[in-house]
């Protein structure tokens, strides 16, 4: 059990939970989530956002039961976490950009903060939330509402680009990219029992071969999973 | 003092709790959140002679206090597991259970005769190997037998009797849910030579997606599991523990200590904790101090005392 420092709404139903402790987590990890007792049964994967030397934060967007009974944590309540798992993002090579779309931020501000001169690209669907954090770290900060994100991005002046965001943008931006040298690697989503790789729930194919979501994922290199995979969570 | 260890099928346990199959993997992940000796055993993942590459599409899906989940049995294979899996899940000081499913009667007994030999092989090395086998002849999930075998009483005879032949391990019958009638199957696996029997397996249940207008999973149905299949699975752990006298383990939605005592209650010498793994990914640490905590609470000081006072 943990200790929630803050809950604080952003926009429409979009919040950000800072949790009490020392948490080391690589950007794009995740952690399985939940501050209901057995209803929901599954707890819920949200990535890390961001973190400090006493606290790990979270991004998230409501979305059913889940998300909302996170939404009404307020500070000084529990909550169970369990994580980080996953592999998260892997080093990157040269220039790199950051591309999330909507929610898809989430996992990109510990990326932003790692990569200090990353070029951060960030797409809303209207109006844009947690551009803060990213403004603090990063001089070179895209934001776009309405329209796609990948439009604002040309792949070929990157080495390596991160995205987060829905399916059908990572599919644009992967077309995309084809043509460059950029490496891209995408995180995805998909519906986890354990989150620790025991009941293969969430597997995917990358490469020809079955991976899983929360151990061999959340972040695929673009050029070797089956989009067709990603569709249906 | 009260004390719950116990013996199954031969085999002594430091406890009543098993982790079931399919939701502790062979246990790796779990040894890194607390030391699986807390356990009174595992039960690997379905395991089948080849590897297999499980189901397409959506694979779990959640209900009102439940699961729903179309795996199709994907493992590596029984060689694989032997070769890379064995010797570490028979690392932890806690009883082996290897879950045995298949296609044919040909892949299960081919399958039993593999793990008995590197099972033996093992002890004669002196070191702890398999100490039971779970024959899991009612997954859901997989076309070709799986649910077929668990449904019809002959069929069933079949499968249990070959693979009798083919072991001389402890063999624990997993029975379905589905079974056209449980009580009679139970007594045919007794009579076949089952050291022991565990139920439920998942129920077969459904979920649509209105706007795709079509199932939520590509095989149509899935098998159910969680809380939700609780008072279900009580019931026929309760009819199968009356109408047979080897032992019976209770699976289903068991999610406290009370749950517990429910089904040793209700007959079962054993249980395994399913879905409550994904609950409660530390459900091992604790459940076995707080079953002795309710037993002492509610003057209970051993579980033969409780067992089929129902
Ligand atoms: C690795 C990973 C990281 C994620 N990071 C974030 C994040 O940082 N911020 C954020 O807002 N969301 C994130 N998500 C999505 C988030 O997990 C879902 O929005 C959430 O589980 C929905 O739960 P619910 O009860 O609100 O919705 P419901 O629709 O009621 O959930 C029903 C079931 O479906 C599952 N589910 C629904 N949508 C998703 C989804 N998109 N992915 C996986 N499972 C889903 C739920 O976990 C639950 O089991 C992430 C998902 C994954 C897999
Ligand atoms: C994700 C998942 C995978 C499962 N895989 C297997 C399996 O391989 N073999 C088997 O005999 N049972 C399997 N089961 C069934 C469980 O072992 C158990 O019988 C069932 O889930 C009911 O118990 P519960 O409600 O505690 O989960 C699986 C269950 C789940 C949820
Ligand atoms: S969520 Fe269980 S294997 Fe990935």
Redesign the pocket.
């Known amino acids: 059990m943990a200790l929630v420092i803050q809950n604080v709404k952003l926009a429409h139903r979009i919040y950000r939970l800072t949790i009490q402790g020392s948490y080391s987590a690589r950007m794009g990890q995740f952690f399985m989530l939940r501050c209901w007792d057995t209803y929901p049964v599954l707890s819920r994967p949200i990535s890390v956002h961001n973190l400090t030397e006493d606290s790990v934060s979270f991004l998230y967007r409501v979305h059913g039961t889940g998300t909302w009974l996170l939404s009404a944590l307020q500070a000084g309540d529990k909550i169970q976490l369990e994580g980080p798992f996953g592999q998260g993002f892997p080093e990157p090579q040269g220039r790199t950009a950051l591309v999330g779309g909507g929610i898809g931020a989430a996992p990109l501000l510990l990326a932003a903060k790692e990569i200090p001169d990353a070029s951060v690209y960030l797409g809303y669907t209207s109006v844009p939330f947690g551009v803060t954090g990213f403004h603090e770290i990063s001089r070179n900060v895209t934001v776009k509402s309405g329209g796609t994100i990948v439009d604002a991005v040309d792949p070929s002046r990157y080495d390596t680009i991160f995205a987060c965001g829905p399916v059908g943008m990572m599919h644009s931006l992967a077309q995309k990219t084809e043509s460059t040298n950029a490496e891209l690697h995408i995180s995805v989503e998909k519906r986890m029992?354990c989150g620790i790789g025991v009941?293969n729930?969430c597997t995917v194919t990358s490469a020809g071969k079955s991976r899983k979501v929360c151990t061999d994922g959340p972040v695929f290199p673009a050029k070797e999973v089956n989009w067709n995979d990603l569709h249906r969570l | 003092m009260i004390s719950i260890d116990c013996e199954l099928a031969g085999v002594p346990l430091s406890n009543p709790i098993l982790a079931?199959?399919?939701?502790f993997g062979f246990g790796k992940p779990y040894a890194d959140l607390y030391p699986l000796r807390k356990l009174g055993g595992i039960v690997s993942?379905?395991l089948t002679l080849n590897p297999r590459p499980g189901n397409t599409g959506t694979r779990l899906y959640e209900t009102p206090s439940g699961?729903m989940?179309s795996?199709g049995?994907e493992n590596p294979g029984i060689r694989a597991f032997l070769d890379s899996e064995l010797s570490e899940m028979a690392s932890h000081g806690t009883a082996v259970i290897v879950?045995l499913?298949g296609g044919t009667l040909c892949e299960y007994t081919e399958g039993a005769e593999l793990l008995t030999e590197a099972s033996l092989k093992l002890q004669a090395a002196g070191k702890r190997a398999i100490d039971m086998i779970?024959l899991?002849i009612?997954?859901p999930n997989i076309k070709e037998g799986g649910l077929a075998f668990g449904v019809e009483n002959e069929q069933a005879q079949a499968v249990v009797r070959a693979v009798r032949r083919a072991t001389a391990l402890p063999l624990l019958v997993?029975l379905s849910p589905g079974a056209r009638d449980l009580k009679e199957m139970a007594r045919m696996c007794e009579a076949e030579g089952a050291d022991g029997l565990s139920l439920?397996?998942?129920i077969q249940a459904m979920a649509i997606d209105i706007r795709e207008r079509r199932s939520v999973f590509d095989r149509a149905y899935a098998?159910l599991?969680?809380p939700a299949?609780k008072p279900i699975a009580l019931r026929m752990v309760h009819q199968v523990a009356r109408s047979v006298s080897i032992p019976v383990v209770g699976?289903?939605?068991?999610s406290c200590a009370e749950d517990i005592l429910e089904f040793i209650m209700a007959g079962a010498a054993a249980v395994?904790?399913?879905?409550?793994n994904f609950i409660n990914l530390r459900a091992g640490d604790t459940l076995a101090e707080e079953l002795i905590q309710l037993m002492d609470r509610e003057g209970i000081p051993s579980l033969d005392d409780i067992r089929g006072i129902i």
Do not use: H, P, R
């Not at chain 2, 699976?251 to 068991?254: A, S």
């Open positions: 029992g009941c729930s | 079931a199959s399919g939701t993942k379905g699961i989940n795996i049995l879950n499913g779970e899991n009612s997954c997993k439920i397996n998942t098998g599991s969680g299949i699976i289903g939605g068991i395994q904790i399913g879905t409550f």
